[in-house]
């Protein structure tokens, strides 16, 4: 390999815009002086030198730079999404899938160019082009891209106009050191002679990449909350994974006869009780951030009661435990859950349907029952829209109307979030603004208990702690918990003096994630070596539906959350639809089911999905059926079940 010198006005003009570039990347972006000076240096030498390579030595030559390549666009996309703190999260093990993510595009491109100086050029620009793409994406929402939001590309690209598109001194880094890649690779005229057998080797080296990536991420997760795809997995390994999650796979026993079978059973019905009622009653949903009751994990002792109103509730009141399809994160799939009826056990690991499959308008939920009913359908979260892309999913249910953080007063938080109280007041101002001229359904999600619990806030007081196992974070939630009480009890209060007929359904979304020590000290194991049933004791979290007029009373051992919604109805005396009336017959056959595994009556214990008696398991295989033909057969979709 030789350099020379080539210093010419064509050079030093591109040499000259480069500059200028760079110039104006320090005053507009905010690049350092060190970065601005660099970048300069480096593109005047690459692009004002000659690069002579020996052709004996092409396959090194090829070898050494699709390597080379890989590595540095990778690194670059980590380098572009990420603040340096999260860019070190990243495992050694997956960066490496990243890096074969990447050189899988390069092979691909090499294959057809035959030539590795384009070859280089072209893939880099690519993959940074897309690296961009997200790197915009996150700005506007909040949430990376994936997969599924290609398939509603167009409907970004339309309000993409509302947005300011903005570079800050990362992207500006990127871009000056990307223009000194492409100067480089120009540089390496190389072509590959022997055709057809490099695409074969190009060919091979992919499969293979593919095979390991493959088998090395089959319990890997896609994330999909802010920037834990990046960090956790790489965005081109988490930009993958997304893929593989999109496509779910067809249930055995799906067709369209075996739904015209299931359909067989509820065709033409409309179940409902019977009510003296003449108005129908105003329903509110409330997910309440992190609720749940620590107590049903072991011995728990506290200084005062923890939830003593929601305990005390029995008049007119259905309430127990549910089980969650989450633990500790990924809210949005006990609320999806909750709405649609659905169960998160026939998707994916780590999948949101939110961000992956709430794709199509009009998608199925009870939202759509009551709005068929008459029902003004009312969403409010005290956090920014974009949170789990709840902005875009919420029109899709059908909501009439969506409040989120800038609708809420601010001026009380508890920690750094809106009350609980100040979300239910909300809910009041709501229904008094439209008392007796609508009939309203209102679902309410709270934020006052996120988590994290370690840091220490001064509008807020640990008033509740455990005597038997004390931390500070354990403390902090379950006062947060005796909070929430508290503003249950006051929004309970109010409703149970308005002439209206009301029914409120209160649940937790899933527990808390804490110390690991609390809970060994609690159960006497920790999270670790459980068994099946014992392990289900973490995704139980309280609920209760009440009603301000007379109705069932009792206590439910056990349900989950995909059961709540045709509880909820039921008790509001509203007409079942035909998926809510299987989900009740579901119910009597299946209590309670989550993603690992379900209750089975036969056996009196939690068993996993194909252990349990033949006609739970051919309960199952209907619910499956249904839920994919709701899901993803838009072609096919039950109008009994689905239609509107």
């Not at 620009?125 to 949430?143: D, E, P, Q, S």
């Not at 088998?215 to 993958?240: C, D, H, I």
């Not at 075996?258 to 509820?266: D, F, S």
């Not at 609508?438 to 679902?443: A, D, T």
Request: a neutral charge.
């Amino acid at each position: 390999m030789k350099l020379k010198k080539n210093i010419t006005q064509k050079n030093l003009i591109y040499t000259a815009i480069i500059a200028a570039v760079s110039i104006l990347a320090r005053v507009l972006c905010g690049i350092s002086i060190f970065n601005m000076l660099l970048f300069i240096l480096l593109y005047f030498l690459v692009q004002n030198t000659t690069v002579e390579l020996d052709e004996k030595y092409n396959g090194l030559w090829t070898t050494g730079a699709i390597a080379i390549y890989s590595i540095l666009t990778t690194w670059l996309i980590q380098y572009l999404l990420l603040v340096e703190d999260l860019r070190e999260k990243i495992s050694s093990d997956h960066f490496f899938l990243n890096i074969l993510c990447c050189l899988m595009i390069y092979l691909i491109v090499l294959a057809f160019t035959k030539r590795i100086g384009l070859t280089c050029i072209i893939a880099h620009t690519l993959l940074m082009l897309f690296a961009g793409v997200n790197y915009f994406v996150y700005a506007f929402r909040g949430n990376e891209l994936t997969f599924g939001d290609l398939k509603s590309a167009f409907t970004g690209l339309s309000v993409a106009s509302n947005y300011r598109f903005s570079l800050n001194a990362q992207a500006m880094n990127t871009i000056l050191l990307s223009a000194v890649l492409i100067s480089a690779a120009a540089k390496l005229t190389i072509t590959c002679k022997r055709t057809w057998g490099m695409r074969l080797i190009c060919v091979l080296l992919t499969v293979l990449s593919f095979l390991h990536i493959a088998a090395e991420t089959e319990l890997t997760v896609t994330e999909s909350w802010e920037q834990k795809g990046t960090y956790r997995n790489g965005y081109l390994l988490n930009f993958a994974l997304s893929i593989r999650d999109s496509f779910i796979q067809k249930p055995e026993t799906y067709s369209k006869e075996a739904v015209a079978q299931i359909e067989k059973g509820y065709q033409g019905k409309t179940a409902a009780t019977t009510s003296a009622q003449k108005k129908k009653p105003v329903i509110i949903a409330i997910m309440n951030e992190s609720f749940a009751d620590l107590g049903v994990l072991g011995r728990l002792e506290t200084n005062q009661p923890v939830m003593p109103f929601v305990d005390s509730l029995t008049e007119n009141t259905i309430k127990g435990y549910a089980l969650a399809p989450v633990y500790g994160a990924k809210t949005p799939n006990s609320e999806w859950e909750f709405l649609t009826g659905n169960s998160m056990a026939y998707l994916p690991a780590g999948s949101v349907p939110y961000q992956q499959y709430i794709k199509q308008d009009n998608a199925y939920s009870i939202v759509g029952a009551l709005k068929n009913e008459g029902y003004t359908c009312v969403a409010m979260h005290p956090y920014y829209a974009t949170g789990w892309s709840r902005d875009a999913v919420y029109p899709k249910f059908g909501f009439d109307e969506t409040y989120f953080l800038e609708s809420f007063d601010q001026s009380s938080l508890i920690r750094k979030y809106v009350s609980d109280a100040t979300m239910y007041q909300k809910i009041i101002e709501r229904y008094e603004s439209g008392k007796g001229k609508e009939n309203l359904f209102l679902m309410g999600i709270t934020m006052q208990n996120h988590g994290g619990y370690a840091d220490l806030y001064d509008n807020f007081v640990h008033d509740t702690y455990c005597i038997n196992a004390r931390f500070s974070d354990v403390s902090q939630y379950l006062s947060l918990v005796r909070q929430s009480d508290m503003a249950i009890e006051n929004l309970i209060s109010y409703f149970s003096k308005v002439d209206e007929p009301v029914a409120i359904c209160f649940f937790g979304d899933h527990q808390p994630s804490l110390n690991s020590t609390f809970y060994r000290k609690l159960n006497g194991k920790g999270m670790s070596g459980l068994t099946l049933d014992e392990l289900e004791e973490f995704f139980e979290v309280p609920f209760f539906i009440w009603t301000n007029y007379e109705s069932e009373s009792r206590v439910v051992e056990r349900t989950s959350l995909n059961f709540l919604s045709a509880m909820l109805l039921e008790q509001a005396q509203i007409p079942l639809p035909a998926y809510q009336q299987f989900l009740i017959d579901l119910m009597e056959h299946i209590p309670a089911m989550n993603a690992r595994a379900y209750y089975s009556a036969d056996k009196g214990k939690y068993v996993h999905y194909g252990k349990g008696a033949v006609e739970e398991e051919g309960w199952i295989e209907q619910y499956r059926i249904l839920q994919y033909n709701g899901l993803f057969d838009r072609k096919q979709q039950s109008r009994v079940f689905f239609g509107r």
